[in-house]
């Protein structure tokens, strides 16, 4: 008896130490493969919207190369002196003796990749914005309408229907999207097919069932005698649903929310067929862009280098992101929690 | 003393939605003004329904069927009314104010104190700060739990021992001035210090308010009540004046049940 007891408490408390090891692992490997981009480009990365882009940059002549030059080429004139001078800023922060493969010795134009995130960091807090302010009212009301409205008949139907919607793969949304519904979002809204809108929209669409069905049990757990008093003293149903379920649902449901958050922000598959994966800063909310998850899908195959670690960066960004969210989230609206 | 009837139950009879038979059948049972009634019965015998089809809450739940008449004297009109022709919204919560009632087990709502007991008067259109104040305040003082709360309004409600919460679930009906107030085992989830607590409340209450209270406690109801109903398998044995059912029943199983021979 005892000895089970052991056991089990041992057991509980590996498997709850398990998951904050994998945690910590996770944050410290994304962030010393993200380490080389970290220490080149700094927070400035996360305001860059280069991507990939090949820029040059002349670095300065050694006192040996001037002098060979000097002796072998005549024509050279002062002009070239003169933007040797100017780039020479630039040098400073990007250059180092270490990527000195990139320099070609004989024009001394030192060619170099830069990137930065900024395009699939907007574009995944807008893509994530849209689906939130999209699912949240409707995944309210549905799970209003089954914990409380619905007749008995429907119940069941809609909610089984429900959770079957929350349990198709993604992909299968993005196809969907795709195919049927990005030509609606066109015709209704303009732009291009693959968007901003389309992929927050779809996305959206997607964590719907799944918020609602979390935010309907956690209604449910509203204990019956609870709204009965609230009718009992005269409360209409609406104002139960405000006043009583909401509240004592309350945790439940930013739970659901959250989930739902972080859910959209990790998206790939049906955001990688809808947004249509241009580095470009959304114009407008119907022009095509990039998110954090579909670089990292589109590029890992084949990156290297700097480019590498820069898909690291993004992935440390997403993660650090999605913690504090989380983690904001838990503090604001349940505190003072019992 | 002259009787003066406040409800008059009627040839009521009720059946759940989907149930077999019905859990009460040929209900007549007069309520008195300003007088406790006590229901008592073994257990599953219908005093909760009873009581629940008294201001209608089972009308949340769709297909429940009933006959009969439940009257209820309109005090303005000097008139009966039967509440089962209530249709319209309105009309529920018009009569839910007017007959209030109390679970077995604290509702506090999710919220603090002061909302609690304003609640039912926020609902009712009262926005005046003032009027609230002083309202929350006397139906605290009313429930005998102003002393205990008076520096805490602000806070949860849920933070109360059960006594307390059970108080202030009164306090929040006594608010709505109501005219009865069912009580549906308001003690048998509470300690003896908390149960005396509400139980002078009650008596108190009756002073102002006519009351029905199910009790599984034989000593509560002879101690407590004016009148007493003994059910048993959904059907009205015996009522009588409380000293009457306890002294000297006139049905066997009354008497049997209040001697505990079963139950
Ligand atoms: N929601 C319901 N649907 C169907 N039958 C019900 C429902 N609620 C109660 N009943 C049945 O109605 C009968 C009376 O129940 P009720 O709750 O009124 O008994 P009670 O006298 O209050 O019992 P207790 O003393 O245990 O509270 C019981 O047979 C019960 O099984
Ligand atoms: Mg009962």
């Given at each position: ?103 070609d ?5 030192k060619t ?48 089984m ?25 066109q ?31 956690a ?19 609406f ?35 809808l ?16 998110s954090?998850?579909?670089?990292l ?23 650090v ?14 505190r003072?929690?019992? | ?22 859990s ?24 909760s ?34 509440i ?37 008067l ?32 602000k ?17 929040r ?62 059907e ?28």
């Amino acid at each position: 008896m005892l000895n089970k007891e052991f056991i089990f408490k041992k057991v509980a408390f590996s498997s709850a130490t398990l998951i904050l090891i994998v945690l910590t692992s996770i944050f410290i490997m994304l962030f010393i493969s993200a380490k080389p981009a970290i220490e080149k480009y700094g927070l400035h990365f996360l305001v860059d919207s280069n991507w990939n882009k090949t820029i040059e940059t002349k670095i300065p002549l050694t006192q040996a190369q001037i002098l060979a030059k000097k002796t072998k080429t005549q024509s050279s004139d002062n002009s070239d002196m003169n933007d040797d001078n100017l780039f020479a800023d630039d040098t400073l922060v990007l250059g180092d003796d270490a990527s000195g493969d990139n320099v070609d010795v004989s024009t001394n134009i030192k060619t170099d990749t830069i990137f930065g995130g900024y395009v699939p960091i907007v574009g995944t807090i807008l893509s994530t914005l849209i689906a939130m302010a999209f699912s949240i009212p409707i995944a309210m009301g549905i799970a209003v309408f089954l914990a409380e409205i619905a007749p008995d008949f429907l119940i069941k139907p809609v909610g089984m229907a429900i959770e079957l919607l929350a349990a198709i793969p993604s992909i299968i949304y993005g196809m969907w999207g795709l195919f049927y519904f990005a030509p609606i979002v066109q015709n209704i809204f303009g732009g291009s097919q693959m968007s901003l809108l389309t992929a927050g929209l779809v996305l959206g669409i997607m964590i719907l069932p799944f918020m609602a069905a979390i935010t309907r049990d956690a209604m449910n757990t509203t204990p019956d005698v609870l709204k009965e008093s609230a009718y009992a003293m005269g409360a209409t149903k609406f104002e139960v649903v405000k006043d009583i379920i909401f509240p004592y649902a309350k945790v439940g449901i930013i739970g659901s929310v959250i989930l739902s958050l972080g859910r959209a922000l990790g998206e790939t598959m049906a955001v990688a067929f809808l947004i249509g994966s241009v580095f470009k800063v959304p114009g407008s909310l119907t022009s095509p862009t990039i998110s954090i998850p579909v670089v990292l899908a589109n590029n890992f195959g084949e990156a290297s280098g700097d480019m590498m670690s820069s898909l690291f960066y993004l992935a440390f960004v997403l993660f650090v992101f999605s913690f504090i969210i989380i983690g904001s989230a838990k503090f604001y609206f349940l505190r003072g929690r019992r | 003393m002259a009787k003066e009837l406040i409800m008059d139950i009627k040839d009521f009879s009720f059946k759940y939605a989907g149930a077999p038979k019905p859990s009460l059948e040929n209900i007549n049972m007069p309520v008195y003004k300003n007088k406790i009634t006590a229901m008592i019965g073994p257990s599953g015998c219908g005093k909760s329904t009873l009581l629940r089809s008294i201001n209608r809450i089972h009308d949340l739940y769709p297909n429940n069927e009933y006959t009969g008449k439940i009257n209820l004297l309109n005090i303005q009109s000097d008139e009966f009314e039967n509440i089962l022709d209530i249709k319209k919204e309105n009309d529920f919560i018009r009569l839910r104010q007017r007959v209030g009632m109390i679970f077995q087990k604290p509702t506090p709502f999710p919220m603090s104190i002061y909302d609690n007991v304003a609640y039912g008067l926020r609902l009712d259109g009262v926005k005046d700060k003032k009027v609230l104040d002083e309202k929350v305040e006397t139906a605290l003082r009313g429930a005998a739990i102003w002393d205990e709360c008076k520096d805490r309004l602000k806070e949860s409600a849920m933070g109360m021992s059960g006594g307390q919460q059970q108080r202030l679930c009164i306090a929040r009906a006594v608010a709505l001035k109501p005219e009865v107030i069912l009580f549906d085992e308001p003690t048998s989830a509470l300690d003896p210090i908390s149960t005396k607590a509400i139980e002078e409340l009650i008596s108190e209450l009756k002073k102002d308010i006519s009351i029905v209270i199910v009790t599984h406690n034989m000593q509560q109801a002879s101690r407590l009540s004016d009148y007493t109903a003994f059910m048993y398998i959904g059907e009205l044995i015996e009522y009588n004046k409380t000293d009457k059912i306890f002294l000297n029943p006139k049905e066997k199983l009354t008497e049997d049940y209040i001697t505990g021979r079963f139950g």
